[in-house]
Structure formats: C-alpha cells, structure tokens
C-alpha cells in the first residue's frame, strides 16, 4: 500500500464548473498537508499549505483535512481554462521536512 | 519571492558522460534542499536531501555514487549525475526549503541520455 494515494483521473470539466481532488493517506504522523499545482514539464507550485485537521480556503481554493479519515481534499471553483494543470497532494511528517507525494490527478478544464 | 531556478532547464548527452545540474535559491537562502526525480506521468520521487556544509542524505535505492551531491552554499546545490545511461533520463526537480515544512521547487530539468 503507497503511503499517499490519489484519485488518478483523468478529470475533465467544462468552465466554471466546482473541481474537486481528494488524497487518503494511511501515516498518522503527517501533519502537514499541501496542494500542488503542475503545469507540463514544470516544476509544482505550492497551492495551498495546511497544518493539522481544518479547512483553508484562498481565492477560489478551499483545502480541507480531516486526519480522523486520514483524507485531504481541494476544491477549486469556478474552475478556468488556466487551472487546466496535474495537482499533486503533499504530506509531510512534523519536523520531518520530507514530503510524500500523491501520484497526481490531471484536470483539464474546458472553455 | 521564493523562486528556485534550476540550470540548465534541458540537456542532452552521450551515455558514459556526466551532466551537473544546479539548483539556486534566489531570494532566500536555504539550509536544505531536496532533489527529486519524476518519471512521465509520475509523481515526484525523492532522491536525496541535500544539507548545506555537510554530505547529502540519500533515499533507499538511490546510487549515491551515481548521484553526486554537493550543498557549497546556503543558495546553491548541485546534482552530478556519473557516467550516464539512457536509464537516467528523467525529468530531475530541485526544492529548497523555505520555512517549516514548506519547500519551494524549481522549474526542472529533463535530462535525456543517448
């Protein structure tokens, strides 16, 4: 069993449509949570960064963790054209700086 | 702020030959840097964890003398890859750690060996 596992995709929506992306994780020792966002042939980008149980929401992401299922979450509204990307889930254990990453979900959002 | 750059962003070389790749942090200086390496339509797998002023920490599996590693300064680590095989080649992406838990990545840079 992989340490992160994530809803591989492919996912297609059409504009404006609510995206959602998910991750279980199966170490109770993560405490931190991220959202990565990669574009082809670049490196990720640091969406949205989040410590222990909760939700975060920035813009139109929204990032929730709920360690008692051990599944993380990131929803993207009123999704656009540009948010077409793969998403990656990080996870990392506290004072521990390595992060496990999920396989990544790829969205393409259609105009 | 937070950028990583990563040079060069592609190369190309024979097999039997080595390929430095740099990773610089530009506007903050970084302690630790991590290099990864991503195979088509995978996700990233950590290679080493790079500790300016001291010898790099590997990752199970990982050749350690394939894989040179060198941290000479709080804004710069590099990645030798040795004697090269078309196995190698890979997509290979740097990060930087830039607060608690928080790692800022670089661009990458797709190595492909004849």
């Known amino acids: 069993q992989k340490e992160v596992e994530q809803d591989p995709g492919p996912l297609s929506v059409p504009e404006g449509a609510i995206v959602s992306l998910n991750c279980t994780y199966s170490?109770?020792?993560?405490?931190?949570f991220m959202w990565y966002r990669q574009y082809s042939r670049k490196g990720p980008e640091l969406l949205m960064y989040t410590y222990s149980s909760g939700n975060k929401e920035d813009g139109r992401f929204t990032a929730q963790v709920d360690k008692s299922s051990k599944y993380i979450s990131l929803f993207i509204r009123d999704s656009q054209p540009s948010d077409s990307a793969t998403y990656l889930c990080?996870?990392?254990?506290?004072?521990?700086?390595?992060?496990?990453f999920g396989a990544g979900t790829t969205v393409t959002v259609r105009a | 702020g937070a950028v990583v750059s990563q040079h060069p962003s592609w190369v190309i070389c024979k097999s039997g030959t080595s390929v430095k790749i740099e990773c610089r942090s530009l506007d903050f200086q970084a302690t630790t840097m991590f290099w990864y390496r991503q195979f088509p339509k995978q996700s990233l797998m950590l290679m080493a964890t790079s500790n300016e002023g001291s010898k790099a920490t590997y990752e199970q599996g990982v050749e350690k003398d394939k894989f040179l590693i060198n941290h000479a300064s709080l804004t710069l680590s590099t990645l030798t890859v040795t004697s090269a095989h078309p196995e190698d080649s890979s997509f290979y992406i740097c990060?930087?750690?830039?607060?608690?838990?928080?790692?800022?990545f670089g661009p990458g840079t797709r190595l492909t060996v004849l």
């Open positions: 990060s930087a750690r830039g607060g608690p838990n928080e790692q800022f």
């Open positions: 990080a996870m990392s254990v506290s004072n521990d700086y390595k992060l496990s």
């Open positions: 170490n109770s020792a993560f405490q931190y």
